[in-house]
Nanobody
Framework: QVKLVESGGGLVQAGGSLRLSCAIS?????MGWFRQAPGKEREFVAG????????RYADSVKGRFTISRDRAKNSVFLRMNSLKPEDTASYYC?????????????????WGQGTQVTVSS
């Protein structure tokens, strides 16, 4: 069983930065960040293999967002720079046991409760 708790969301102006955190209880192989805006489907943002640190990003956030993990603190982070209004969404941390850095949310078994990110123009 894996428990995930996100934090760090908030309101920021366009061009600003935020850092999301996900505290992990339990063992996991791959961690992902997803987001969902009102009226839109959930989309993959970034993923990281917990042991090796291999990363994968959605094209829409490449060069602006950075996913990282701190194994000693059992946490995963999402640093978001140059935020745009279209980044506004609820952001969710997710975990899976397989080593595949999949962008498919259905392959992730565990999810946090989400944290809201709002970017004003």
């Amino acid at each position: 069983q894996v428990k995930l708790v996100e934090s760090g969301g908030g309101l920021v102006q366009a061009g600003g930065s935020l850092r999301l955190s996900c505290a992990i209880s339990g063992n996991t192989f791959v961690m992902g960040w997803f987001r969902q805006a009102p009226g839109k489907e959930r989309e993959f943002v970034a993923g990281i293999t917990y042991i090796t640190g291999t990363t994968r990003y959605a094209d829409s956030v490449k060069g602006r967002f950075t996913i990282s993990r701190d194994r000693a603190k059992n946490s995963v982070f999402l640093r978001m720079n140059s935020l745009k209004p279209e980044d506004t969404a609820s952001y969710y941390c997710a975990a899976k046991y397989s080593y595949s850095l999949a962008a498919d949310g259905a392959s992730y078994a565990y999810w946090g409760q989400g944290t809201q990110v709002t970017v004003s123009s």
